[in-house]
């Protein structure tokens, strides 16, 4: 009796202590400027590996703390922890100079951050709208913006939150950045000098290490105030933490009374006890099975629809907007009078399990440049995908039509967005994803043009070699295939075949001109980047009437876009560079080598190919996620 309670102490006391390091993570202090003692969950990127969180990064540049949130850059102005709190200001408004933020960002999106789901709105919380103007607009003339207005566009702030609640865009005007700010006092005239205090002060977020952690669980987390402390909660649905301490209270009564008793009442003990250890360990089971299968609606998880949701929300399919190598797109609208668009997919060979497993992991990914994921349909044989409806339909409507025409500003914006969303799925969404199917259809475009990709992930619903290839072999899209995806004998297929068809979209809006004929192409008489680098060279491609400006960008479009268009993978930019160089100065770059397709031998291939879509194969080895 004396071994087995000294053997069972040893246990409950490894167990507790093993809980207890796992919520308790190495805290260290370090300083970067003047922002000292930072602490967990915070870390800068030189602490040990063991310090800090990782998903709660800093950086220490300059001296000055930056974090590095969603792809912009903000310095670190304060942290509190007591108010679980973070003060940051774009680093391109920090210092009250004249500039447009370093990136726009808005504040669904701050929510939508499982890190930091919530702002401070301490006074009053505004949102800051950069606009440009056609022409010069009477009720936004104290907002001006004096650096970024010229003689053929004028750039005003204009402000819209609570208790404003909206302050509409002229009609001549478009949003080319947002950005969160607070002021002590209520702001409605706003003057550009109030702009700047806006900006330099910046805007406080709540972080949240329980709130992530809830979100990875596929919980939501709610906000709660205890005393003057403010914390994020997770919703009670079977959480295995909370009904910790309750085991432990039953163990240690069943151990007392264990001891207390004597060597006539051990059987009783005993069996009380296994009967406890086996309640815990079948409900810990059960939990995780729930938590693996369960598909209920949380803020951070798709929803998941039946079919005659499908077919209510879509009004039976009666308005059909699209159609693709994976099925039909239709039309619909949310209970709540959102709208959306419900993508009819083709029969899946993944099975309903791992069909729902891929989509919960498709749903994770978020970007501004991405189309909005909301939910999906597995019921038998039907598959469906629901996203955000975008109002101005697809890019290629646009770039190749006379009556809708953007400006070049406008399409270095849109190349500029799309670039960002295809190096987010290329590695900074964590998962390392290729596209496969870049092409201005499937680049949508919002409310406000701003571009969003679609059909990202489609390739890990449809993961047989001849499902994803042979679907979207159309004559549409096999003109943006990289060589590497028609034929092996060019190179391994990876990130960088997005980087092909990405360049084969920046020449045709360098060009203004669609490309050639796809049977000209499969019949070896044209190739596109090759074609359109001998049109530049014989200055065919120089722009009437254009200014300075929009010359300089129609060649910063057609250089970077050569260089994606090599034919060897190797002399092909990544999408990070893409961007650096879609943001950097034309002086910078060079002239690439003229494009060089194909030899007699690869013609062939090609041709014998094209004629029979079906055997476009990947590699077996390739793994479309990776």
Not at 37 to 66: H, M, V, W
Not at 108 to 120: F, I, K, W
Request: hydrophobic share 35%.
């Amino acid at each position: 009796m004396k071994n087995f309670s000294a053997l069972f102490s040893l246990l409950i006391f490894l167990f507790i202590n093993a809980t207890e390091a796992r919520k308790n993570p190495q805290i260290c202090l370090s300083s970067c400027g003047d922002i000292h003692d930072i602490s967990y969950p915070f870390r800068l990127e030189e602490d040990p590996a063991g310090c800090g969180d990782p998903d709660f990064q800093l950086s220490c540049k300059n001296n000055k703390t930056i974090l590095n949130f969603h792809g912009g850059l903000y310095y670190v102005k304060r942290i509190s922890y007591d108010k679980r709190t973070i003060r940051v200001a774009d680093v391109n408004l920090a210092n009250g100079s004249c500039s447009l933020p370093n990136r726009s960002l808005s504040i669904q999106e701050v929510q939508m951050d499982a890190r930091y789901p919530g702002l401070v709105n301490y006074n009053y919380l505004y949102t800051l709208n950069f606009v440009r103007c056609s022409n010069n607009i009477s009720d936004l003339a104290n907002s001006r913006v004096p650096c970024l207005s010229g003689n053929t566009s004028l750039v005003y702030v204009n402000i819209t939150g609570y208790p404003l609640f909206s302050n509409d865009v002229p009609k001549s005007c478009e949003v080319i950045s947002t950005v969160p700010a607070f002021y002590k006092i209520m702001v409605q005239n706003l003057s550009y000098e109030t702009a700047l205090k806006m900006q330099e002060s910046g805007f406080d977020m709540r972080w949240s290490v329980e709130c992530r952690d809830c979100r990875a669980k596929g919980r939501g987390c709610v906000y709660k105030t205890r005393d003057t402390t403010y914390l994020f909660n997770c919703e009670k649905e079977y959480d295995y933490e909370a009904e910790l301490p309750l085991i432990y209270t039953y163990i240690v009564a069943m151990f007392l009374f264990a001891i207390i008793s004597t060597v006539r009442f051990i059987l009783l003990p005993v069996v009380i006890l296994a009967f406890i250890l086996h309640k815990y360990f079948s409900m810990r089971k059960k939990t995780d099975v729930r938590e693996n299968s369960s598909q209920d609606p949380h803020p951070s998880t798709p929803e998941r629809y039946t079919y005659p949701d499908i077919l209510a929300m879509s009004n039976n399919f009666r308005d059909k907007i699209g159609q693709g190598c994976f099925g039909s797109v239709y039309k619909g609208q949310l209970p709540g009078g959102c709208s959306i668009a419900v993508k009819m997919l083709g029969s899946s060979k993944l099975g309903e399990e791992k069909f729902i497993n891929e989509v919960s992991t498709i749903s994770k990914i978020q970007h501004p440049n991405m189309v909005p994921f909301l939910g999906f349909c597995s019921e038998g044989s039907k598959y469906a995908l629901v996203t955000q409806y975008m109002p101005n339909g697809t890019l290629d409507k646009y770039i190749f039509s006379n009556s809708h025409s953007f400006s070049w500003e406008k399409l270095h914006e849109i190349a500029l967005g799309t670039a960002r969303g295809i190096e987010f799925l290329h590695g900074r969404s964590g998962a390392c994803i290729v596209h496969f199917d870049i092409k201005p259809q499937n680049i949508l475009l919002d409310q406000n043009f701003i571009p969003k990709i679609a059909d990202y992930c489609l390739a890990k619903l449809y993961p047989k070699k001849h499902d994803f290839m042979s679907m979207c072999a159309t004559s549409e899209t096999v003109g943006y295939m990289a060589p590497e995806l028609i034929s092996r004998g060019f190179g391994a297929v990876s990130c960088k075949s997005d980087v092909y068809s990405f360049g084969m979209l920046l020449l045709e809006l360098a060009s203004k001109r669609r490309k050639v004929d796809v049977d000209a192409i499969n019949s070896s008489k044209v190739h596109f980047p090759s074609w359109v680098y001998e049109l530049n060279e014989k200055g065919d491609l120089e722009l009437e009437n254009a200014t300075k400006s929009d010359a300089t960008i129609a060649r910063k479009l057609l250089i970077i876009g050569l260089w994606c268009t090599q034919t060897k993978v190797s002399q092909r930019p990544s999408m990070t560079r893409v961007v650096e160089m879609l943001q950097g100065n034309i002086d910078d770059l060079e002239m690439p080598p003229k494009p060089v397709f194909f030899s007699a031998q690869d013609k062939c291939i090609i041709e014998a190919q094209s004629d029979s879509p079906k055997e476009m194969l990947l590699p077996e080895s390739m793994e479309r996620s990776s």
